[in-house]
């Protein structure tokens, strides 16, 4: 007995002893690697014993739903102290993280290195229970191989199928009840904008709308059910998965914490609803098309497109989700905080109202509304790209170095030195605080003022879609969709109110963020 409680306790001091030695060693490779690579230390955020400080004080600007403004308030403390502050290194718990605001570095992460850093083990841990191996989760090889099978289905005829879109958004006009005073008083557009999406997204990839937005208007009796499972319940399910790994991922290594039952459940029923869909794409005949309603032109479907080149129903799955994850909430919530900015601004309102109704007629008269159409129609494409330069729908992101290496500026003195990054570290990205740097914007940077846009050619400081060899496949689609939307609202409504807006804006952010509660909206329908 005497002999095995010994044995152990030298085992535990000989653990101890080379933890000890090997981090000393790891220290001083480092350090000489660092000056050869002319690195210099960037500040250190305060944050308190273990970083707990700062983990309390992101804690409750998410429960007041302004996590991004407590991001902004970090960069303008180190400001204030006369620090670099554009690139800093955090403690928290036992991990030490690097966060960075600065385009140089930002495109090292994504582009210049993208060898370096990686998305890692966090982000596939993260959203392995939901999304499997699909292109939103993996690294290296698993991932070129998706994109490449992928990207194909992104070209541009695909974009331009307007008349589905048509046929979601007149279901969607039918939630806006106008009243006899001419008023559309809706209480949440932007939970309409979300069931829009959902419907043409699953529409696009299943072959199938899941079409809430009739399920969910009073006395309907429209339902689908598949595999057993409501589109009702999906939808919820699916939107649990996703609030649940991104609570996760807010503890960085610590992120399998929420990996409990209540995960499992919801996916299994994501992934029950999705099998009814894969496994039929997989028993349609090659070369089986099928048509719309007016029986002339063929009907795409993402699944089947896919299904020719990939016949694993597990693999199929992963990346139609991965796809529905990456489009449906990122397109509504731009709709949201366009919206959002539109209503505050009346002026600008009746400009782009104007603008719109020149280039694609009215909304009893309309002109085609074309993918072209859209693209050249110069101050919409201003609004929406000033809308997400305000609210970019993918705040924070992250990278992890796959091996010791630097990132170009934020060390020494004077932030112009390059900063040394081990291997397995975070590398924190806010592009919420790029987008609002005075540095780069100007003062007015706080306006949301899409004239800014014009003859501006963006580079790594505007990052809305990413950039580099993993930019967001889907940008051409969400902007058409969102255009398309926007265009016919426009044409209907002359006029817009917002209704009990709040001092201070809120957002919701999961994955993705959103306006928090929601968007009251008087809308006023136009005569012609
Ligand atoms: C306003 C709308 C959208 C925004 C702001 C947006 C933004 C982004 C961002 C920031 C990423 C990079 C994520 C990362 O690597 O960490 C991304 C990736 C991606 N997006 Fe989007 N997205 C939008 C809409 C869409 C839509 C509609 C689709 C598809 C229908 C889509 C498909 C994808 C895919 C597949 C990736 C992964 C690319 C890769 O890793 O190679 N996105 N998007």
Known sequence: MFGAIFLVGWSLCALVIYSLISSFVRRRQHARL?????????????????????????????????????FLNERNAMQKMG??????KVEFLNQTLMVTYDPKNVQALLATQFKDFALGPIRFGGFYPLLGTGIFSTDGSAWEHSRTMLRPQFARSQVEDTAVEEYHLQNFMQALQVGPDGCADVEDIQTLFFRLTMDSATEMLFGESLDTQLSEMPGATVSMTRNGLRERDFAAAFDKAQYIISEGFRLNELYWIYQGRELKNACKNVHDFADYFVKRALNQEFGEKRTIEDGKKEKYVFLEALAADIRDPRKLRDELLS??????????????YLWYSLAKDPVRYT??????????????????????????????????????????????NSRRAVRDTSI???????????????????????????????????????????????????????????????????????LTKAGYTTVRLLQRFERVEPVDLEPQLRHKVTLTSRLYPGLHLRLFEASG
């Open 83 to 88: 620090k670099p502050c554009n690139t800093l």
């Open 34 to 70: 660092a000056r050869q690579l002319g690195c210099e230390p960037p500040p250190i955020l305060p944050t308190g014993f273990l970083g707990i400080r700062r983990a309390i004080t992101m804690m409750k600007a998410q429960q007041k739903r302004q996590l991004q403004d407590a």
């Open 323 to 336: 796809i529905l994850t990456a489009g449906r909430d990122t397109t509504a919530a731009l709709l949201g």
């Open 408 to 478: 170009p500026v934020g060390g020494g003195a004077d932030g112009k030195s390059p900063v040394f990054v081990p291997k397995d570290t975070e590398v924190n990205y806010y592009v919420h605080v790029m987008h609002r740097m005075k540095e780069i914007w100007g003062p007015d940077v706080e306006d949301w003022k899409p004239e800014r846009f014009e003859n501006r050619k963006s580079g790594w400081e505007y990052l809305p879609f990413n950039g580099g060899p993993r930019i967001c496949l889907g940008q051409q689609s969400a």
């Open 351 to 396: 400009k782009l109202r104007q603008t719109a109704i020149d280039h694609f007629g009215t909304y009893q008269h309309p002109k085609p509304i074309t993918f072209t159409g859209l693209k050249n129609c110069a101050y919409l494409q201003y609004c929406m790209n000033e809308t997400l330069r305000l609210f970019p729908v993918v705040p924070l």
